[in-house]
């Protein structure tokens, strides 16, 4: 089974600040997504990367694909509190398979 | 469109006891997939399914049963309950194509005593 490992696991910051999470693995992943979950919810969707070398930019945010398909990072600009919230980033095993393997989470905290 | 459905939101049951979490999806999405959740865990993948009558395992299987009877429904069949198996179950579904989003439904709190 392939793993995903996210750093931080935790981050604390303060509103206006800048920050980097990180999803990395050994392995080959032909498409990668990234969620933010929020407290009794479910995750929900930010971004899906399919292209090693990708970036995607989604308002504040901005996600990377490495070029080898086996890490990505999700960078956030001027941090606000409403980005608070559970980030996951997930991989697809094999490609066309449905089978997704999640990363272990950054729990992200923005003070105002 | 309701989305994904769960029912119960929260259960408490006893070891060796036997329950199924049910997951309804309107979208009539192809796929449909079950997780849980444990703190400092992310999620993870218990069993899946591509389609009506298709399911295959994920990550955790043991312990768990499922079946897709039709494209709407996928209940996750607890078959004697273990302490081990308090988590949070997330179901979700998705359409065939496109950049597979994954719609998660609110998630089943349960705890086995």
């Known amino acids: 089974t392939q793993l995903l490992e996210q750093s931080p696991q935790f981050l604390s910051i303060q509103e206006g600040e800048n920050l980097t999470v990180y999803c990395n693995s050994s392995?080959?992943?032909?498409?990668l997504q990234w969620y933010r979950q929020e407290p009794g919810e479910g995750p929900v969707l930010l971004v899906t990367?399919?292209?090693?070398?990708e970036v995607k930019k989604l308002k504040r945010l901005t996600f990377q694909f490495g070029d080898a398909r086996k890490d990505s990072s999700l960078h956030i600009t001027a941090a606000q509190p409403g980005d608070t919230g559970l980030y996951l980033c997930?991989?697809?095993?094999?490609?066309?398979?449905?089978?997704?393997?999640f990363g272990t989470g950054t729990r992200l905290k923005v003070l105002a | 469109n309701a989305g994904v459905t769960q029912t119960p939101k929260f259960q408490v049951l006893k070891t060796g006891q036997s329950m199924t979490l049910q997951c309804a999806q309107d979208?009539?999405?192809?796929?449909m997939s079950w997780y849980r959740q444990d703190p400092g865990m992310g999620l993870r993948l218990i069993h899946y399914?591509?389609?009506?009558?298709?399911?295959d395992q994920g990550e955790v299987p043991n312990g768990y049963n499922v079946s897709r009877s039709t494209t709407e429904d996928f209940p996750l069949r607890l078959l004697s309950a273990a302490p081990s198996q308090t988590s949070v179950y997330f179901c979700?579904?998705?359409?065939?194509?496109?950049?597979?989003?994954?719609?998660f439904g609110p998630g089943t709190r349960l705890t086995v005593l």
């Open positions: 997930a991989g697809e095993e094999g490609s066309g398979t449905y089978k997704y393997i």
């Open positions: 392995s080959v992943f032909s498409s």
């Open positions: 979700a579904s998705t359409k065939r194509g496109g950049y597979n989003e994954q719609f």
């Open positions: 990367v399919v292209t090693g070398g």
């Open positions: 399914s591509v389609g009506a009558g298709i399911t």
């Open positions: 979208m009539n999405h192809e796929y």
